[in-house]
């Protein structure tokens, strides 16, 4: 782990507000200069603070409406790897993410849809079959604020 000072969370901050913005445009903003700016991201980015840079895509400018968080019980633990099923709910489009988690369920899947006719085929053809599937809780998105991570 690296030691970050202020600039370095400004720095950041701003990137994960806007990840296009040059070191140019930061350093100017924090008052550094483009090469000093630039040498602090690729620190970050040697470090693995900084994993990538990706497009922010609008789920319902693409048509899916309805987002689902499920919470998956797998009905067979040691007949069907963790691996087994991870690798067939990516496989399925609609799957946003596949979160591992301890607690009631074993799984956490985030799922788009175009409306909930749309997510009921979904999850009946596609997620209903997965390797393992057991008890399956749906909770609706219904609106989602942006939390700020960890740098406040």
Do not use: C
């Amino acid at each position: 782990m690296i030691d970050l000072d202020s600039i370095d969370r400004q720095v950041l901050r701003a990137l994960s507000e806007d990840a296009t913005q040059s070191a140019g445009a930061l350093g100017k903003r924090f008052g550094l200069s483009q090469p000093a700016t630039w040498r602090r991201i690729k620190r970050m980015q040697d470090a693995g603070i900084i994993k990538g840079q990706k497009a922010v895509l609008d789920n319902a400018a693409l048509g899916f409406d309805v987002t689902v968080f499920l919470g998956v019980k797998l009905a067979t633990k040691g007949r069907v790897s963790l691996e087994d099923f991870e690798r067939a709910a990516t496989a399925i489009a609609e799957v946003q993410s596949v979160q591992h988690v301890l607690g009631l369920y074993d799984y956490r899947l985030r799922v788009v849809a175009r409306d909930l006719a749309d997510f009921e085929r979904v999850l009946r053809r596609r997620i209903m079959t997965l390797p393992g599937i057991g008890d399956v809780e749906a909770n609706v998105l219904l609106s989602e604020e942006r939390l700020l991570g960890p740098l406040g």
